[in-house]
């Protein structure tokens, strides 16, 4: 694995699960492997389990890390090519990536989408200057369109959370918000499962559709109880418009998750991939139920990250 910003990345997604679970049942059978490497993990947005789950990882396997909080702790940053620099902007990102290069073996990024324009968002403005600029491979710990981390991790709950002969029945419900919200989770989320063996189906209101880059042939509902039925998973998450970019249409259904819309699933297990607006997204109920494997996520970000990180060792030290 020379990089990780996708699915595509990935050249065997049942392997690198296996990996994961083999990993998190003895964390530190590869304490050595990092030895004498740095990770320089930059986060350009908050952050609290992806910013600890890849410290941890990264400790597991004896890496150095270096953790920035560059949008409080560095230079206001320029990403504009070709920019007259005379302005709030102090050091332009080739520059700061450059510099990066001489101090770490792996960069691990974390950037938001601006949610002001489609274009850069959907460019990956952000991202693709690292990938263009870095000599040592790149990690995505999020981007404007992708969390792929995340969606390694679903992957390996759900593999922990499945033994029966048949697919199961997995749902991406988008729920309430009190602002808009990029749509990078439910991306990453719709492109990996349509490389596990599940039948995925998306629910999410009129106005509220996934860029079709992502959803591709995946089965859209917009209406939640009709798609919720004999759902064995369901992934709850909110978005904002993706056809009318970062718009919030109005939406007069209820579609926050409660106890009582479980009954009509197959006793379905609930995701979410933090933080949570409890009594917003879904009820009280649900997220400290019995049905919720939110928790068992969130630690799995750690085995996500972990696997990640040991494979690109494996690039750098053949």
Request: proline share 3%.
């Amino acid at each position: 694995m020379k990089k990780f910003t996708s699915v595509s990345d990935v050249k065997n997604l049942q392997d690198i699960i296996k990996k994961a679970l083999q990993i998190k049942e003895n964390p530190q059978s590869e304490t050595e492997k990092g030895k004498g490497k740095t990770i320089g993990l930059v986060f350009l947005n908050s952050s609290l389990r992806t910013r600890l789950s890849s410290q941890i990882a990264a400790q597991n396997l004896g890496l150095n890390v270096l953790a920035l909080n560059a949008a409080q702790e560095a230079w206001n940053l320029e990403f504009a090519d070709g920019a007259i620099m005379n302005g709030d902007t102090v050091e332009h990102i080739k520059d700061a990536i450059e510099v990066l290069n001489q101090y770490c073996d792996i960069i691990a990024v974390r950037c938001f989408a601006g949610m002001k324009s489609k274009e850069d968002d959907v460019n990956e403005s952000i991202l693709s200057q690292f990938e263009q600029h870095a000599k040592v491979p790149v990690v995505s710990l999020e981007s404007a369109t992708r969390h792929p981390l995340q969606s390694l991790a679903d992957c390996i709950t759900i593999t922990e959370n499945w033994k029966e002969d048949r697919k199961p029945k997995v749902v991406l419900t988008w729920a309430p918000h009190i602002k808009p919200i990029a749509q990078a989770v439910g991306n990453s989320f719709t492109e990996w499962m349509q490389e596990m063996d599940v039948e995925l189906v998306i629910t999410n209101p009129v106005g509220y559709d996934l860029d079709k880059k992502f959803t591709k042939d995946t089965k859209v509902i917009h209406n939640q109880n009709e798609a919720l039925k004999d759902a064995d998973f369901i992934y709850v998450k909110n978005w904002s418009s993706f056809d009318d970019y970062a718009a919030m249409p109005e939406v007069k259904e209820n579609w926050m998750l409660t106890g009582e819309k479980l009954k009509i699933t197959n006793n379905a297990k609930i995701m979410h991939c933090l933080p949570v607006r409890r009594n917003v997204e879904l009820s009280d109920e649900v997220m400290d139920g019995e049905n919720s494997i939110i928790y068992q996520q969130a630690k799995n970000r750690i085995f996500s990250a972990q696997a990640v990180f040991s494979e690109i060792l494996d690039e750098i030290n053949p």
